[in-house]
């Protein structure tokens, strides 16, 4: 198939490019600057430079393709997240990329778009499993840019099209935020949100871009996509294990954790997700864990 990949520089879409490009499909990575050419093309896919804000000219760079995968996004490294103004690209990116994407798509005849999306818009559910059919947690206006991504890619979805939205797990690997973690877990600051006793779902990058060759498979919906569940407190020690470090990664104090905002509250939320109907619809499996030695350098 012709499979466009946008977003085709950051961790989660050069991760897409390489397993497409594997199962033997024809990938064009958009990229939004000159300098993301090299990279699309090192991992095997040619390289379109392309306003991907533009819908007149995602018309004309998707014509020709048969799926599109948008895997934009941009998100804050660190504290600095806790800085409204921080989040200003990632909002504009799922607020009016993604839309001008769908419409562009849609628009060149596409006939399937697979958007990625978060577990984190589910609610704190405490030891519950989470399904795709639980209610979203999205009032507040922060959620506003996802939002607004995922009703264009269901607006996508008429007219014979699927769209294929897969709400990703924590991720974590070779990426900019796993690199901080570790070294604040090294350095013996405190990095995690959260209860120990909650559930987190975690997810590599590897495995998101496997998860995406998987979806070309998959009929229209929602669908989870994460490892097997686990408690924060074994978060923090596969952490401190991989960071080499004397001890677990370290909590934030409740006290602190209250005043981080409205945009990294949501990881303090228990969410023990379910990828069941994922499993079952595509046979994706993760192959990489917290626990596994080198994740970080894979």
């Known amino acids: ?170 991720l974590f690997g070779r990426d900019p935020q796993s690199t901080y973690a570790l070294r604040a877990v090294r350095e013996g600051d405190p990095i995690l949100l959260g209860k120990p006793s909650s559930y987190i779902t975690l997810l590599h990058h590897r495995d998101a871009g496997r998860a995406f060759v998987a979806a070309l498979q998959a009929g229209s919906g929602f669908y989870n996509v994460g490892g097997e569940p686990i408690r924060r407190e074994r978060w923090a020690k596969d952490l401190g294990r991989e960071a080499k470090a004397d001890g677990p990664a370290k909590f934030f104090p409740e006290i602190a954790q209250t005043l981080v905002g409205t945009r990294l509250d949501v990881q303090r939320r228990s969410l023990r997700v379910s990828s069941l109907r994922f499993l079952g619809e595509t046979g994706w499996r993760p192959t990489i864990g917290p626990s596994t030695p080198g994740w970080s350098h894979l």
């Open 1 to 170: 198939m012709r499979i466009a990949v946008t977003g085709a520089t950051g961790v989660l879409g050069q991760e897409a490019v390489t397993a497409l490009v594997a199962a033997g499909h024809e990938v064009t990575g958009i990229t939004r600057q000159d300098r993301g050419v090299p990279v699309v093309e090192g991992r095997g896919a040619r390289s379109v430079v392309a306003d991907v804000f533009d819908e007149t000219a995602m018309t004309r760079v998707l014509r020709g393709h048969d799926v599109v995968i948008n895997t934009l996004g941009h998100m804050p490294v660190g504290m600095t997240a806790m800085r409204p103004l921080a989040w200003r690209e990632d909002d504009r990116l799922h607020a009016e990329a993604s839309v001008a994407i769908a419409a562009g798509a849609a628009r060149a005849g596409v006939r399937k778009l697979i958007q990625e999306s978060t577990v984190y818009l589910y609610p704190d559910n405490g030891d519950e499993w989470i399904g795709e059919d639980k209610p979203l947690s999205v009032r507040n206006q922060a959620f506003r840019p996802r939002v607004q991504e995922m009703r264009a890619a269901v607006d996508f979805a008429t007219g014979g099209r699927s769209a294929v939205i897969l709400r990703l797990g924590q």
